[in-house]
C-alpha cells in the first residue's frame, strides 16, 4: 500500500470512529463524507439541541503534498495524537487551523 493510500485509510478510520460516537444531549446526528479523488475527509453534525439548530464540521482533513492537513478539529482533545499513533509521522502533519505565524506549532506535540 503506497504512503497515499494508507494516510487515506488511517484518516477515515479515526472519522469513522467519532462518527460511531453519540452525543450527550440533544438529537443531532454525526455524518462521515469521505471524498477520496479529491481527499477531502469530514465529521459533520446536524441537528437540534435545546430547541437551537447543530450543524457543521467537527472534523475536516485534507491530504495534499504527500501530508495530512487538519483544516478543523473540534474534537476536544484532537486527533493529532491519534493519527500519529495510528502510523503517520509528525512531520507529515499540520494544524493547518493555526495561523502560519505559529509555524512552531504546526505538528501535535
Known sequence: MDTRTSYREIVKNVISKYARLRPSHGSIRLDTVFDEQQDHYALMQSGWDRGLRVRGNLIYVTLRDDKVYIEYDG????????????????????????????????VPA
Open 75 to 106: 474534537i476536544e482533545r484532537g486527533i493529532g495524537d491519534e493519527l500519529i499513533k495510528r502510523g503517520i509521522p509528525k512531520d507529515k502533519i499540520v494544524l493547518a487551523f493555526l495561523s502560519p505565524s505559529n509555524e512552531k506549532d504546526l
